[in-house]
């Protein structure tokens, strides 16, 4: 049962990750053909973060009374509905509205309401010593598929050749795909056990003994989302338009590859984290790929600047397995939904000012100073966990270094 269950989690992700990885490219470059300012960009995206956060923090404060089912298909509902939204309006305002009560994830990694209901039910399923790599695996298959999904940005253009359609067209036809693809991920969840997918309410409970480590933990993570708040992906593909004209064909390329080494340095993650322990991973694999995307704005070509995209990305995601690994394993196991939620939410908040500010900075000027801004700040995240965290060992990990 729980293998079963395990396999449609992973097909829910990567169905999610494929949309995700095409609509954040295609994001910036549909509102610039709409007349949209980066400015206004940036607003769009700090409002998806923000709706995301806050509707986060309502399932956070909520998921122990009622089925995570339920609360799955209304998430799987809500994308469906923002994609038919994006599909079919155009202007600033009402766009701005669905972005913040919708769904729709400007990064390729995934910031939505879906994740703390997920991650919940994976460190429930799976055994303590194969929680991190449950959830590598999780994290693999969501960037592997979000980098086919950034591949598939390109198909637009394709449609505007081979069935005459303009630009503003064929970008709305893939953000209806995607309100599709939330029917398809509506009808796995209903294949769910109402039990299991919920689990009752006894085994779900909000923060009591944990609160302090989990309130802790957020903080510093609000700092490393900030940061990561400032090069969401949607900004990023931007600052790459602007800066060297690219099509968005290219851009599309670039971010299949850069997905492609984030997604197996999740598996390397999990070999790491074994050998030296989940906070030192988090941290020593962080730290050079922050000096690296501080550096990319200072490339005098795009073949170096591409060069240090991808050494990034072969690096900056092996903490996501590891931080939701250890979140899982410092808390009680019915405080885990709560914890989720608690960690997840104020990141999508925090990060919600870095697109605006972003988008700002690149109306401005196309030198990438929002590079430099995050990768300085996620520093500073970085040698403040080693501090206050390195002592505080999993179960697990306390149980192998006896």
Not at 36 to 47: H, K, N, R
Not at 164 to 181: C, E, H, P, R
Not at 354 to 381: E, M, Q, R
């Amino acid at each position: 049962m729980n293998k079963s269950i395990l396999r449609r989690l992973l097909w829910v992700r990567g169905l999610r990750a494929f949309g995700d990885g095409y609509v954040s490219l295609l994001l910036p470059l549909y509102l610039i053909a709409l007349g949209m300012s980066p400015f206004q960009i940036g607003v769009i995206a700090t409002g998806t973060l923000l709706g995301s956060g806050v509707l986060t923090l309502l399932v956070g404060l909520n998921a122990y009374r009622l089925h995570y089912r339920s609360l799955l298909l209304l998430a799987a509902a809500l994308m469906a509905g923002t994609g038919l939204g994006f599909a079919t309006i155009t202007a600033f305002w009402p766009l701005l509205l669905i972005a913040v009560v919708g769904t729709l994830n400007p990064s390729s990694g995934d910031v939505s309401v879906f994740l703390p209901l997920e991650h919940a039910l994976l460190s429930r399923l799976a055994e303590d010593h194969q929680r991190t790599a449950q959830f590598a695996r999780y994290g693999l298959v969501g960037a592997l598929v979000a980098a086919l999904g950034a591949l598939f940005a390109g198909l637009p253009h394709l449609m505007m050749a081979a069935f005459k359609l303009d630009l503003i067209t064929a970008l709305q036809s893939m953000f209806a795909l995607y309100g599709l693809l939330g029917l398809v991920i509506a009808s796995l969840y209903a294949t769910l056990p109402q039990e299991t997918a919920g689990g009752g309410h006894a085994l779900a409970a909000p923060l009591k003994h944990s609160k302090k480590i989990v309130y802790t933990l957020a903080a510093l993570f609000s700092l490393d989302a900030f940061g990561g708040g400032f090069v969401v992906q949607s900004m990023i593909a931007l600052w790459l338009f602007q800066k060297f004209q690219l099509s968005i064909v290219t851009a599309g390329s670039i971010f299949f590859w850069t997905g492609v080494c984030s997604a197996f340095s999740l598996l390397l993650a999990v070999r790491i984290a074994q050998r030296i322990g989940l906070v030192n991973t988090m941290v020593f694999t962080h730290l050079p790929a922050n000096i690296f995307l501080m550096l990319i704005p200072f490339m005098p070509s795009l073949p170096w600047a591409i060069a240090l995209l991808l050494a990034r990305s072969a690096l900056s995601q092996m903490d996501v397995p590891t931080r939701s690994s250890y979140v899982m394993s410092v808390v009680p196991p019915e405080e885990r939904a709560a914890a989720a939620s608690m960690t997840a939410v104020p990141r999508s908040l925090v990060a919600a000012a870095g697109p605006l500010l972003a988008g700002y900075l690149l109306g401005v000027s196309s030198f990438g100073w929002p590079l430099v801004i995050a990768g300085g700040l996620k520093i500073v995240y970085d040698l403040l966990l080693l501090r206050m965290f390195r002592s505080v060992r999993p179960p697990e990990e306390t149980a192998l270094s006896r």
